[in-house]
């Protein structure tokens, strides 16, 4: 219950400081300015660390078993040991389980595809950033602009990869190979969504087509089903004239 209670009241600030630390490290690596707003920017940055890391104790003591929270919330622990990590924190407050809950069918597909675009533009974009930081001044490195990043990030997680830029330096690399996992994940619930979005218009218009011969078939059923009953009654009233005929003559002879 104190857990609840502070991620209650910590979500929020802890999203603005995701924000602050993403605009602080892109004017960092982007801008490059010099001293002392790059001090400034590098202090900015500090500071969210230590708001995570506040965060991130705070939950482990008051958590009510520690070491089952410890191994279920890996993301937080990641999100303090490495700075790229943190604006992943903007789509905490939308998660998929909150996005899907109290919707029909169509609506959740509709907030799906909204939370995996915008989870993929975050994830583009943060990892364009910090390639660019770790490839910029490396040896023999080929990705050196934003615009290079960016191109290189975006054929990345549509793993397409065309070659024509690559990361050469270690932390590059395995930034590439976050963006590509995720990439294989962000897809796989882009064509899950359309595949349920398929599916459903195919069943939709199979019985529409259906209904016209369903409501045909009601309609000669009603229609035969009266005939069968008017036979029955023409039937009933034929043998019951035919019960009383000999009785009602022979009361009509003269005795």
């Known amino acids: 219950m104190r857990q609840e209670t502070w991620q209650k009241y910590s979500e929020w600030?802890?999203?603005?400081?995701?924000?602050?630390?993403?605009?602080?490290?892109?004017?960092?690596?982007?801008?490059?300015?010099?001293?002392?707003?790059?001090?400034?920017l590098a202090f900015v940055m500090g500071s969210t660390w230590i708001a995570f890391g506040i965060d991130y104790i705070v939950k482990l003591l008051l958590a009510p078993h520690r070491g089952r929270w410890f191994v279920r919330h890996p993301l937080d622990l990641l999100m303090?040991?490495?700075p790229v990590a943190r604006p992943l924190r903007?789509?905490?407050?939308?998660?998929?389980?909150?996005?899907?809950?109290?919707?029909?069918?169509?609506?959740?597909?509709?907030?799906?595809?909204?939370?995996v675009m915008v989870s993929a533009i975050l994830l583009i974009y943060t990892v364009a950033v910090s390639v660019l930081h770790f490839e910029k001044s490396a040896p023999n490195a080929n990705i050196t602009t934003m615009g290079d990043s960016l191109w290189w990030a975006i054929v990345t997680i549509t793993t397409i990869g065309y070659g024509d830029y690559y990361p050469v330096t270690a932390p590059g690399r395995w930034a590439a190979a976050a963006l590509m996992i995720s990439g294989f994940a962000v897809l796989s619930m882009v064509t899950a969504a359309v595949s349920s979005w398929?599916?459903?218009?195919?069943?939709?218009?199979?019985?529409?087509?259906?209904?016209?011969?369903?409501?045909?078939?009601?309609?000669?059923?009603?229609r035969l089903t009266a005939q069968i009953n008017r036979l029955h009654e023409q039937l009933a009233r034929g043998l019951g004239e035919s019960d009383?005929?000999?009785?009602?003559e022979e009361r009509k002879e003269p005795r």
Request: glycine share 4%; aromatic share 6%.
């Open 90 to 115: 903007l789509l905490r407050p939308f998660t998929l389980r909150r996005v899907m809950e109290r919707a029909p069918g169509t609506a959740i597909r509709t907030r799906v595809m909204a939370y």
């Open 244 to 248: 009383r005929g000999p009785a009602e």
């Open 13 to 40: 600030p802890l999203v603005a400081a995701a924000f602050i630390f993403l605009a602080a490290y892109s004017v960092l690596v982007i801008a490059e300015p010099p001293e002392p707003y790059a001090a400034a």
């Open 80 to 82: 303090v040991v490495l």
């Open 198 to 222: 398929l599916v459903e218009s195919v069943t939709a218009a199979t019985l529409a087509r259906k209904k016209p011969d369903d409501q045909i078939g009601s309609e000669e059923l009603a």
